[in-house]
């Protein structure tokens, strides 16, 4: 069974840029969560979606969005980017929200 | 809010020799769950843990989860290069696709 993919890998953007990335979960699993993870602060939990439907939302600002579409494929946005949202952000996916299994990751560089 | 200690911060072992970390709470989790993350890649789950008291094996890896709750602990036998990572224990209580990470023990092993 293939395992979570995200694109792309790598992004580098400009302060003020928007950015969009994409998460395709393992087939069957229906919860999609994202979190960012820098050497300061470590993992902290982003958003979750269940379902086409935000079930959970950590403590980010507005700036960071996401969606699930029908076939529980995932993105999230950030839009006006500063340059602390430098982080390499995971997305990891679940059949029924407790064992999350996760993706590469993006690493988003803001210049 | 919930936080998660998780002890040592790092470890530098000798090939063959057992590893013991762990991770505390503030507050009771109903799962436990233990990640290995290799550099540029996402966390790889390692034993989910869904009772107190419950002890799980996952070849040479071995992990508890504590009776109060609000502690597991993970356990590796005879360690090989390979293991070579960094270790994260993560918790949930009641809130969905939401993790709670540790901030991870980095594991070193020489040959």
């Known amino acids: 069974k293939a395992g979570v993919t995200q694109t792309p890998r790598y992004l580098i953007k400009t302060r003020g840029q928007q950015v969009t990335l994409s998460c395709s979960p393992i087939?069957?699993?229906?919860?999609v969560s994202w979190y960012q993870q820098t050497p300061g602060q470590g993992l902290q939990f982003l958003f979750e979606?269940?379902?086409?439907?935000?079930?959970n939302k950590g403590n980010f600002p507005g700036r960071f969005s996401g969606r699930q579409f029908s076939n529980s494929r995932s993105e999230m946005n950030v839009s006006t980017l500063e340059l602390g949202d430098s982080a390499l952000y995971l997305c990891?996916?679940?059949?029924?929200?407790?064992?999350?299994?996760f993706g590469p990751g993006t690493r988003l560089t803001v210049t | 809010g919930q936080q998660l200690n998780q002890s040592p911060q790092s470890m530098f072992i000798q090939e063959g020799e057992d590893v013991s970390m762990n991770c505390t709470s503030s507050?009771?989790?109903?799962?436990w769950l233990w990640y290995k993350q290799d550099p540029g890649e996402g966390p790889v789950l390692l034993i989910a843990?869904?009772?107190?008291?419950e002890l799980t094996s996952n070849g040479r890896l071995t992990a508890q989860f504590g009776i109060t709750r609000k502690d597991s602990f993970l356990n590796i036998s005879a360690s090989i290069p390979s293991d070579v990572g960094i270790y994260f224990c993560?918790?949930?209580?009641?809130?969905?696709?939401?993790?709670?990470f540790g901030q991870g023990t980095e594991l070193s092993v020489k040959p």
């Open positions: 990891a996916s679940s059949r029924d929200r407790n064992e999350q299994y």
């Open positions: 087939s069957g699993h229906r919860s």
């Open positions: 979606y269940f379902s086409e439907t935000q079930r």
């Open positions: 507050s009771i989790f109903n799962t």
């Open positions: 843990l869904y009772k107190a008291g």
């Open positions: 993560a918790g949930n209580y009641n809130q969905g696709g939401k993790l709670i």
